[in-house]
């Protein structure tokens, strides 16, 4: 297998970017999910599971340790009374590296009734915005996103750091892998949820169906979560070899 696309989160829900390459450090991707909104009335951190809008807007790393948030119309900012006037409700942009207690991340137990079904909590990492303290860098083969009857232009849907060509990812659960410079562990089959049916931009439109399958097919889950054992880089092309 070989690393075909490369994308990093600034912004947790926010869509990315497509990189060449990336540096990998103990967090995974520097600069992925470092920065998050919060409401400030609530102090809660925002997922599109809660504000599907955030994935209409981008977020930009700038290499500095900070970030900007690209919003629908084109307008680029990090000024919170901004964003809150384009969410209409009042947030703020916060580093990861500000907040000292693990985030506190919740979802639907019913995707098909969101408002009526109960939401379940759990809590992620501290230090960034990941969901899972056993996921710094996702993966998935081009070959399960074929088997969902997903296509590689909708790849986004899922939010994985490499995508690569081939199959099997699953099997590496348990094993240490290198890729690039970098040396991961794989953890654990990415259990997937509501937000992979939530519209997005470029013709991206919100589809019901395409959690049902990964239920029916793949009990749930997509991808692999892989925790850095060595940092690094990585770059498109390189190949993911089993230890």
Same mark, same amino acid.
Do not use: F, N, T
């Given at each position: 297998m070989r690393i075909t696309q490369i994308w990093r989160y600034p912004v947790k829900s926010l869509q990315g970017e497509r990189l060449e390459s990336a540096d990998v450090d103990a967090k995974g991707l520097v600069g992925d999910r470092r920065w998050a909104l919060f409401d400030r009335g609530t102090t809660n951190g925002l997922t599109a599971r809660r +504000?599907? !809008?955030l994935l209409m807007a981008c977020g930009v790393w700038? =290499? &500095? *340790?900070? +970030? #900007?948030v690209r919003l629908p119309d084109g307008t680029e900012t990090a000024d919170d009374d901004e964003l809150s006037r384009w969410l209409g409700r009042e947030v703020e942009l916060r580093s990861a590296a500000e907040i000292e207690r693990a985030p +506190?991340? !919740?979802n639907p137990s019913d995707a098909t009734d969101e408002d009526g079904a109960p939401w379940v909590e759990w809590r992620g990492p501290r230090g960034r915005f990941h969901d899972s303290t056993r996921t710094m860098v996702s993966i998935c083969s $081009? /070959? #399960?996103l074929a088997s969902v009857g997903v296509p590689l232009g909708e790849v986004r849907r899922f939010r994985f750091n490499l995508v690569v060509d081939g $199959? =099997?990812?699953d099997a590496l659960v348990g094993r240490h892998l290198s890729i690039g410079?970098?040396?991961? $562990? /794989?953890?654990?089959?990415? &259990?997937?949820? +509501?937000?992979v049916t939530r519209p997005q931009p470029d =013709?991206? *439109?919100? &589809?019901?169906d395409v959690l049902k399958r990964i239920n029916a097919a793949r009990d749930g889950h997509l991808g692999i979560g892989t925790l850095v054992r060595s940092p690094g880089r990585v770059r498109v092309g390189d190949e993911l070899v089993p230890l």
């Open positions: +504000v599907p !809008e700038h =290499g &500095d *340790g900070q +970030v #900007s +506190v991340y !919740e $081009e /070959a #399960s $199959e =099997g990812e410079d970098v040396e991961l $562990e /794989a953890m654990k089959r990415i &259990d997937r949820c +509501v937000m =013709g991206i *439109g919100r &589809d019901l």
